[in-house]
């Protein structure tokens, strides 16, 4: 319930930032849990193409095997592209949301998630991005891509998504 409180109350300081009244600072996180999948400046968030646009490229979602939260060669593939953009925009901060399919706990999926954002920071600080300039955070199963009980629904829910702060 308390993350569900928390979540509503970023989500309106997000928004007000995201509009132009912000200062441009961050404030917390959870900013993409409740904004529509069809904002277009977040591209399609199942695709491996998903983001957020950044002058003429995008982060790329990062997906997980099942139970794990070791990268795969297409995971760091698309690490590789994120770090990129990030060299490209040297004065920009990234959260890194880690997310679970909805099987296993509440618990278990918030650990999992956060295991997962933090593989992705170590290997984007390994790649020489600056640790100082990522934040991670972990959703668990409460930000899910897509909807359903299929493993193709959760194959894409099973993934780190990128936010720049």
Known sequence: MFKRILG????????ACASG????????????????RSDPGLGDRGSR????????KKFRSVYFDFNRSALQRR????LNHNAQVLRERTNSR?????NCDERGTEEYNLALGMRRADTAKRYLVDLGISPSRIDTISFGEENPSVRGHSESAWAKNRRDDFVIR
């Open 21 to 36: 009244g912000g200062s441009g600072s961050s404030m917390g996180s959870g900013s993409e849990r409740a904004k529509p």
């Open 8 to 15: 509503v109350s970023l989500l309106a300081v997000a928004l």
């Open 75 to 78: 995971a760091k593939q698309d």
């Open 94 to 98: 990234v959260e890194i949301q880690g």
């Open 49 to 56: 193409s998903g983001g957020v646009e950044i002058s003429s």
